[in-house]
Nanobody, 127 residues
């Protein structure tokens, strides 16, 4: 069983900073990519930032230049540094990972692909 556990959410004033962390645990063979998504009330879940293959990054347009994603492949952790926060950044932030786990199939050890989500952490930006 693979789990993602987020931490670091909370309340911050506009213009402030927060750092989110996500730790993947379980029997993991390899991780393709990890990322952060967010969902505000009444809105769809949207991409915040994602890194895959250890180097390629994608950011949502609204966070470019303000947020930075980093991944520690040795620890299976992802972090999101959020600077110059705005009220519209208020949302539940979810960690996501796509990865492979070992799977015994008819006596043969294979790799099984999984996409895993964390439980979410609330970020509130308000005066």
């Amino acid at each position: 069983q693979v789990q993602l556990v987020e931490s670091g959410g909370g309340w911050v004033q506009p213009g402030g900073s927060l750092r989110l962390s996500c730790a993947a645990s379980g029997n993991i063979s390899s991780i393709n990519g990890m990322g952060w998504y967010r969902q505000a009330p009444g809105s769809r879940r949207e991409l915040v930032a994602r890194m895959h293959s250890g180097e390629f990054t994608n950011y949502g347009d609204s966070v470019k230049g303000r947020f930075t994603i980093s991944i520690d492949g040795t620890k299976n952790t992802a972090s999101l540094q959020m600077n110059f926060l705005r009220p519209e950044d208020t949302a539940v932030y979810y960690c996501n990972a796509d990865l492979f786990v070992p799977s015994l199939d008819s006596g043969v050890m294979r790799r099984k692909y999984l996409e895993v989500w964390g439980q979410g952490t609330l970020v509130t930006v308000a005066s």
